[in-house]
């Protein structure tokens, strides 16, 4: 009923830029906040950033001041821009929504199937 589709992933260079995209589909009255996680191999899966409808962010102490989030409600989309990216980037990033599909109905939570990072150094 609700799809998220991430793009953008792939090989960046250390110092690049890369930006992901990702776009929810299906049966929706609103979306509610929006963000990127990512999982590294071997490890937990951690907040890069998050985005509430009116524009309030939060983002991982580890990449403030590089990566950018940002949406289009119109589009029901959330971008990630990661301006210098570090090897340590280097993950599966998967965005998530909060999406309501009715009026009445509480939000729940949405995944995408994530979308691989590779920094190269």
């Known amino acids: 009923q609700v799809q998220l589709v991430e793009s953008g992933g792939g090989l960046v260079q250390d110092g690049g830029s890369l930006r992901l995209s990702c776009a929810a589909s299906g049966i929706i009255f609103s979306i509610e906040a929006m963000g990127w996680y990512r999982q590294a191999p071997g490890k937990q899966r951690e907040l890069v950033a998050d985005i509430t409808r009116g524009g309030s962010t939060r983002y991982a102490d580890s990449v403030k001041g590089r990566f950018t989030i940002s949406r289009d409600n119109a589009k029901n989309t959330v971008y990630l821009q990661m301006n210098s990216p570090k090897p340590e980037d280097t993950a599966d990033y998967y965005c998530?929504?909060?999406?309501?599909?009715?009026?009445?109905?509480?939000?729940?939570?949405?995944w995408g199937q994530g979308t691989q990072v590779t920094v190269s150094s």
């Open positions: 998530t929504a909060a999406i309501r599909q009715t009026r009445f109905s509480p939000p729940r939570n949405y």
